[in-house]
């Protein structure tokens, strides 16, 4: 590591990941950037070793295997593993947009008064077709805890300040851990912005958002009280963010499926309900 090119960590925990690991994987060393250590940690895979199968063919990664302990211990243990100026938390269905880290590094070199800096976050469905990106990114960062605007996968943050202010993840929680701690990092540390995409998210079946819809919205009603969200401001904020999420869908439903694609959108949501916020991912 030099003090002109910081090294740059990028942590991802992985459960069951082999489907879109490599993916993963090859858009981080894509990145145009002389400076990058990829930390992946295997937490405990149940997919007869084809996710440590993938991560053996990558001998540049920093990555192991070990028993189960959840995705948020996970991201804990890749945090005080990493050796980098800056972190990023991505999962292992996402992938980094070519030049991100590229950027964060201009942005902090030319602002060095920010711990942090945040990006725009794409999505896409499950065969990587562009898919409606979450609403509101571009709302005050601190108004977070209302509209949920962050991924992790494009926000870098100092490594150092993260460690000194003791910004972990909190692992009892099971489904949202990411939303808990981002609150605490943007009301704690000076995060700035990007208005350029550093990450796109996989939007799937699978996700804990469509599977523990329940579990999840209890453990927000915990954060939120723990952290002195407004609880009207939060209800009210959060049924804005469905409602122009849901639409962006079925704007992508009608363009990519028609009438036919539209209405099985509505038929899904009607069954299943909202599917947005916080998720559980690896």
């Given at each position: 590591?030099?003090?002109?090119?910081?090294?740059?960590?990028?942590?991802?925990?992985?459960?069951n990941?082999?489907?879109?690991?490599?993916?993963?994987?090859?858009?981080?060393?894509?990145?145009?950037?002389?400076?990058?250590?990829?930390?992946?940690i295997?937490?405990?895979?149940?997919?007869?070793?084809?996710?440590?199968?993938?991560?053996?063919?990558?001998?540049?990664?920093?990555?192991?295997?070990?028993?189960?302990l959840?995705?948020?211990?996970?991201?804990?243990?890749?945090?005080?593993?990493?050796?980098?100026?800056?972190?990023?938390?991505?999962?292992?269905?996402?992938?980094?947009?070519?030049?991100?880290?590229?950027?964060?590094?201009?942005?902090?070199r030319?602002?060095?008064?920010?711990?942090?800096?945040?990006?725009?976050?794409?999505?896409?469905?499950?065969?990587?077709?562009?898919?409606?990106?979450?609403?509101?990114?571009?709302?005050?960062?601190?108004?977070?805890?209302y509209?949920?605007?962050?991924?992790?996968?494009?926000?870098?943050?100092?490594?150092?300040?993260?460690?000194?202010?003791?910004?972990?993840?909190?692992?009892?929680?099971?489904?949202?851990?990411?939303?808990?701690?981002?609150?605490?990092?943007?009301?704690?540390?000076?995060?700035?912005?990007?208005?350029?995409?550093?990450?796109?998210?996989?939007?799937?079946?699978t996700?804990?958002?469509?599977?523990?819809?329940?579990?999840?919205?209890?453990?927000?009603?915990?954060?939120?009280?723990?952290?002195r969200?407004?609880?009207w401001?939060?209800t009210?904020?959060?049924?804005?963010?469905?409602?122009?999420?849901?639409?962006?869908?079925?704007?992508?439903?009608?363009?990519?499926?028609?009438?036919?694609?539209?209405?099985?959108?509505?038929?899904?949501?009607?069954?299943?309900?909202p599917?947005?916020?916080?998720r559980?991912?690896?």
């Amino acid at each position: 590591m030099t003090p002109d090119v910081p090294l740059v960590s990028i942590i991802t925990p992985v459960y069951n990941g082999s489907k879109y690991l490599d993916e993963l994987i090859q858009s981080v060393w894509a990145q145009d950037y002389p400076n990058i250590e990829h930390i992946v940690i295997d937490d405990g895979s149940t997919d007869e070793g084809a996710t440590a199968a993938i991560l053996r063919r990558y001998p540049h990664l920093r990555s192991w295997s070990r028993g189960n302990l959840g995705q948020y211990a996970t991201m804990n243990e890749g945090l005080a593993a990493a050796k980098g100026e800056y972190v990023c938390f991505i999962s292992a269905d996402d992938v980094m947009e070519p030049g991100a880290v590229r950027r964060v590094f201009v942005f902090f070199r030319e602002h060095p008064e920010f711990d942090g800096v945040i990006g725009c976050t794409r999505a896409m469905t499950e065969a990587g077709n562009p898919y409606a990106a979450p609403p509101f990114q571009f709302v005050p960062v601190r108004s977070y805890a209302y509209f949920m605007q962050i991924s992790h996968c494009s926000l870098y943050v100092n490594r150092e300040a993260l460690l000194r202010r003791r910004l972990t993840f909190d692992p009892s929680l099971r489904y949202i851990g990411d939303y808990d701690w981002l609150v605490r990092v943007v009301d704690t540390l000076r995060i700035g912005r990007l208005h350029f995409p550093l990450s796109t998210v996989r939007i799937h079946r699978t996700q804990a958002s469509r599977l523990h819809r329940q579990v999840m919205m209890a453990e927000q009603r915990r954060i939120v009280t723990a952290n002195r969200i407004h609880p009207w401001l939060f209800t009210a904020s959060r049924y804005a963010y469905i409602l122009v999420h849901d639409l962006a869908k079925l704007y992508f439903a009608i363009k990519n499926g028609g009438i036919a694609g539209g209405a099985r959108l509505f038929i899904n949501r009607f069954w299943t309900g909202p599917s947005e916020g916080p998720r559980r991912r690896r």
